[in-house]
Nanobody, 121 residues
Framework: QVQLVESGGGLVQAGGSLRLSCAASGTIFSIGTMAWYRQAPGKQRELVASITAVHSTNYADSAKGRFTISRDNAKNTVNLQMSSLKPDDTAIYYC???????????????WGQGTQVTVSS
């Protein structure tokens, strides 16, 4: 199996910063794109940022200029550095990864359990 475990969420004041981390473990042959999504109460889950295995990044408009996604392929980790946080950033943040467990078998998407980020005004 594959597990994604997030950490680093919490309560922060508007304008503050947080760093989210996600570590993938289990039977892993390779990991493709890794990403962070978020879901606010009453809203659909949305992509925040993604990063490919060759470190090509993509950001939601709401994250551009404030968030930075990075990964360590050797450690199977992905991070999200968030700064200039706003109350609208309050949500549960989920880590996602496209994981190939074996060379002869295609990859599939895995999700972490989520970590709460709350930004107070």
């Amino acid at each position: 199996q594959v597990q994604l475990v997030e950490s680093g969420g919490g309560l922060v004041q508007a304008g503050g910063s947080l760093r989210l981390s996600c570590a993938a473990s289990g039977t892993i042959f390779s990991i493709g794109t890794m990403a962070w999504y978020r879901q606010a109460p009453g809203k659909q889950r949305e992509l925040v940022a993604s990063i490919t295995a060759v470190h090509s990044t993509n950001y939601a408009d709401s994250a551009k200029g404030r968030f930075t996604i990075s990964r360590d392929n050797a450690k199977n980790t992905v991070n999200l550095q968030m700064s200039s946080l706003k109350p609208d950033d309050t949500a549960i943040y989920y880590c996602n990864a496209e994981v190939q467990r074996f060379p002869a078998i295609g990859g599939r998407s895995y999700w972490g359990q989520g970590t709460q980020v709350t930004v107070s005004s």
